[in-house]
């Protein structure tokens, strides 16, 4: 297994003239072309962020999900995966309750590291004033529910506890697939 450790996300010198966007898709393009040619057919997903102020723009490729958490009631997907059983689910073709136990539920139509380009979705919204920003793959949010990942965020100590309580939460329900999770509060 080859570890890759790379700067893809270091902050310039000098005044940029791209928006935020366009560097998170360069960054996304940078891992395509690594994934390329240090493990040829091998893919991953991915989901990064790049918060600005109060300005977030996330991109995303894959199945691994950003979510943006307003108060203790309300929870919203920021991004959309990139799996044929989703989109099954987006054109009607089956329920979200199908979609969940799908067989295929896990094969992907968009990945780094698959095909010679690769365009992430890039959204960029405002940062939830007093919320939070969970970045997390699909082994905790195929095994842990929205409100229960709410309830945890919200009723933990701390942030680091949320996060080791969501990968507990997950492993409790079998934990099959890796366990990924990033919190993040905007303080101030």
Request: negative net charge; contains cysteine.
């Amino acid at each position: 297994m080859k570890k890759f450790h790379n700067s893809l996300f270091t902050l310039p010198t000098q005044p940029v003239d791209e928006s935020l966007q366009e560097i998170l898709q360069a960054a996304v393009t940078e891992a395509q072309r690594a994934v390329l040619k240090e493990a040829p057919g091998s893919g991953t997903t991915v989901t990064a962020a790049l918060v600005l102020g109060q300005q977030l723009t996330i991109a995303q490729v894959g199945d691994s999900r950003g979510y943006l958490l307003y108060n203790e009631q309300r929870m919203e997907a920021v991004t959309r995966d990139h799996s044929l059983v989703k989109r099954l689910e987006e054109l009607g073709q089956i329920t979200a309750a199908e979609a969940a136990v799908h067989p295929q539920r896990n094969v992907l139509y968009r990945a780094v590291g698959q095909g010679d380009t690769l365009e992430a979705d890039v959204v960029t919204t405002p940062f939830p004033i007093g919320g939070y920003l969970l970045l997390c793959s699909d082994g905790l949010w195929g095994l842990v529910s929205d409100d229960e990942m709410r309830r945890i965020v919200y009723t933990a100590p701390n942030i680091q506890r949320a996060c080791q309580e969501m990968v507990a939460a997950a492993n409790a329900a079998g934990g099959p697939d890796n366990i990924s999770v990033i919190l993040v509060q905007l303080l101030g």
